[in-house]
């Protein structure tokens, strides 16, 4: 079959992918945009609760984990919070700061997608659904992949097929296979801003209460909610946690974070108080009675000698959950772990070993924070390298 030529062919019609393909075609690059699916933007629609978190007012290289915690600092920079959201006013799409700086729709997510979709039509992308991509190979410096009955030749070849979280959205492992295909090393995958599974003993009882609360792991410490599920721990905090968290490591979780329970129980010694209604003013009675026990908490608090103090304060401010699965690829928002950026060009995305090939977004080793620091990424990564191509 004759291959259709394009000066630039993007696998992956998603953040990253049609990112870089608007930046590409708007330098008058003639490009391809392959997408698995027959929808563009699929993550983009579920995201946010369907209202997509679509950047953050304050991103830096330290809201990512990497092997190489200073690769994300040149893309970042030169594609900012501030530029995506002029790109947003521009298009009139009307959005609502939430806390810790984050940016979401006010009506439907599916107002980005079709931002997008309007950007790359205007740059003249050319965008081919339901492409499943038989092989890619290179001959005399130009990638030729095929697809059922096409086959597309280029230059210049930008893999943003995404990581391995949503498989139900069309996720696969197919822009590592290209990655190994053409030499490169790829860092661990596992999923990550995930629910985690309580080793042991569980707490369906709680499920469904939710807690503010402090969790520190791996150096690291957040203060949001948690949730309590029927086999472990979900909720934000919690999801933000899973990045840093391994088998390995325990979890510290402070259920009451604003209390200093020791200096409570002091100033309330002589309280004919039962414990349980003391400490139910700062966190929910069903959490008391799950963790110090109804026979703590039904005593009176001038019946709690220091070794019971002591007790109460280890479970509710210093308990060290241990964790022994994450709820998997289906609950998990990003991938942990990709394309070792050993490997790649920090400005312009491109392969150190292939030149011409170039990957983005989440199916490389930087993953962000919960609250719309991924899709800063996949703006800035796709920017980057369609600025490039």
């Given at each position: 079959m004759q291959a259709r030529r394009f000066d630039a062919v993007v696998v992956g019609?998603?953040?990253?992918?049609?990112?870089?393909?608007?930046?590409a075609g708007k330098r008058g690059r003639r490009v391809a945009v392959l997408e698995?699916?027959?929808?563009?933007?699929?993550?983009?629609?579920?995201?946010?609760?369907?209202?997509?978190?679509?950047?953050?007012?304050?991103?830096?290289?330290?809201?990512?984990?990497?092997?190489?915690?200073?690769?994300?600092?040149?893309?970042?920079?030169?594609?900012?919070?501030?530029?995506?959201?002029?790109?947003?006013?521009?298009?009139?799409?009307?959005?609502?700061e939430k806390k810790h700086?984050?940016?979401?729709?006010?009506?439907?997510?599916?107002?980005?997608v079709e931002m997008l979709a309007a950007e790359a039509k205007a740059a003249k992308v050319e965008v081919f659904a339901n492409s499943r991509i038989g092989s890619v190979e290179q001959h005399d410096g130009h990638f030729v992949l095929s697809t059922d009955g096409v086959a597309f030749e280029t230059e210049n070849l930008v893999i943003a097929s995404?990581?391995?979280?949503?498989?139900?959205?069309?996720?696969?492992?197919?822009?590592?296979?290209?990655?190994?295909?053409?030499?490169?090393?790829?860092?661990?995958?596992?999923?990550?801003?995930?629910?985690?599974?309580?080793?042991?003993?569980?707490?369906?009882?709680?499920?469904?209460?939710?807690?503010?609360?402090?969790?520190?792991?791996?150096?690291?410490?957040?203060?949001?909610?948690?949730?309590?599920?029927?086999?472990?721990?979900?909720?934000?905090?919690?999801?933000?946690?899973?990045?840093?968290?391994?088998?390995?490591?325990?979890?510290?979780?402070?259920?009451?974070p604003d209390v200093d329970l020791c200096a409570l129980f002091e100033q309330n010694s002589e309280s004919p108080r039962q414990a349980a209604s003391l400490l139910s003013e700062h966190v929910s009675k069903r959490v008391i009675d799950a963790f110090p026990g109804a026979r703590t908490a039904k005593k009176r608090v001038a019946e709690l000698d220091a070794q019971a103090r002591l007790a109460v304060d280890a479970k509710l401010k210093h308990w060290n959950a241990l964790f022994d699965a994450t709820e998997g690829w289906d609950r998990a928002e990003v991938t942990l772990g990709?394309?070792?950026?050993?490997?790649?060009?920090?400005?312009?995305?491109?392969?150190?070993?292939?030149?011409?090939?170039?990957?983005?977004?989440?199916?490389?080793?930087?993953?962000?924070?919960?609250?719309?620091?991924n899709f800063q990424w996949a703006w800035a990564s796709g920017a980057a390298a369609g600025r490039a191509i």
């Amino acid at each position: 079959m004759q291959a259709r030529r394009f000066d630039a062919v993007v696998v992956g019609g998603g953040a990253a992918g049609l990112f870089c393909a608007i930046e590409a075609g708007k330098r008058g690059r003639r490009v391809a945009v392959l997408e698995r699916s027959g929808q563009l933007g699929r993550k983009i629609l579920i995201s946010g609760g369907g209202r997509c978190n679509f950047t953050n007012l304050d991103v830096g290289s330290e809201n990512f984990i990497s092997q190489n915690p200073h690769f994300a600092k040149s893309a970042l920079a030169r594609f900012t919070p501030a530029d995506f959201i002029s790109l947003v006013k521009r298009h009139r799409i009307p959005f609502v700061e939430k806390k810790h700086g984050q940016l979401f729709c006010r009506e439907s997510s599916r107002a980005i997608v079709e931002m997008l979709a309007a950007e790359a039509k205007a740059a003249k992308v050319e965008v081919f659904a339901n492409s499943r991509i038989g092989s890619v190979e290179q001959h005399d410096g130009h990638f030729v992949l095929s697809t059922d009955g096409v086959a597309f030749e280029t230059e210049n070849l930008v893999i943003a097929s995404g990581g391995l979280s949503f498989p139900k959205v069309g996720a696969t492992g197919f822009g590592y296979d290209v990655a190994r295909q053409f030499g490169h090393a790829i860092v661990t995958t596992r999923p990550s801003l995930v629910a985690l599974r309580l080793k042991g003993k569980a707490f369906p009882e709680l499920a469904g209460v939710s807690v503010d609360a402090e969790v520190r792991c791996g150096g690291r410490s957040f203060r949001e909610n948690i949730l309590f599920t029927h086999r472990g721990l979900s909720g934000p905090a919690i999801l933000q946690i899973s990045n840093y968290w391994s088998p390995e490591k325990p979890v510290s979780i402070d259920l009451m974070p604003d209390v200093d329970l020791c200096a409570l129980f002091e100033q309330n010694s002589e309280s004919p108080r039962q414990a349980a209604s003391l400490l139910s003013e700062h966190v929910s009675k069903r959490v008391i009675d799950a963790f110090p026990g109804a026979r703590t908490a039904k005593k009176r608090v001038a019946e709690l000698d220091a070794q019971a103090r002591l007790a109460v304060d280890a479970k509710l401010k210093h308990w060290n959950a241990l964790f022994d699965a994450t709820e998997g690829w289906d609950r998990a928002e990003v991938t942990l772990g990709g394309v070792s950026t050993d490997e790649l060009d920090s400005r312009t995305m491109q392969s150190k070993l292939v030149s011409g090939l170039y990957f983005i977004g989440e199916v490389v080793d930087v993953t962000g924070w919960l609250g719309g620091y991924n899709f800063q990424w996949a703006w800035a990564s796709g920017a980057a390298a369609g600025r490039a191509i």
